[in-house]
């Protein structure tokens, strides 16, 4: 059985800092792409950011880009999400998923999610 675990969310004001979790069981993580998406009512998922494991590769939402940072403890089995200079536009339910490949990786179109932890930043 497969599951992916987010913890880390909560309440940040704009321009402070999170950091997300996911804890992966029941995978193997080679030659998996691990992601963070979000979503907010009213508006699209959107892709956060990538990696593969076992690449340098990373992948980034305009959005984010230069503010996130996607990371992996590989011994852990555990996915990260650095957030930083958080804007209010970051608020949303993040959630972390896996699939075989980054090809095409923000159509969310992935084969593991996790259940979600909420981001809410105030200004």
């Known amino acids: 059985t497969v599951e992916l675990v987010e913890s880390g969310g909560g309440s940040v004001q704009a321009g402070g800092s999170l950091r997300l979790s996911c804890a992966a069981s029941?995978?193997?993580?080679?030659?998996?792409?691990l992601a963070w998406f979000r979503q907010t009512p009213g508006k699209e998922r959107e892709g956060v950011a990538a990696?593969?494991?076992?690449?340098?590769?990373?992948y980034y939402a305009d959005s984010v880009k230069g503010r996130f940072t996607i990371s992996r403890d590989s011994a852990k089995n555990t996915l990260f999400l650095d957030m930083n200079r958080m804007l209010p536009e970051d608020t949303a339910m993040y959630y972390c998923?896996?699939?075989?490949?980054?090809?095409?990786?923000?159509?969310?179109?992935?084969?593991?999610w996790g259940q979600g932890t909420q981001v809410t930043v105030s200004s």
């Open positions: 998923a896996a699939e075989v490949t980054c090809l095409r990786w923000k159509r969310g179109e992935f084969d593991y």
């Open positions: 990696l593969y494991v076992g690449s340098t590769s990373t």
């Open positions: 029941g995978i193997t993580w080679s030659g998996y792409c």
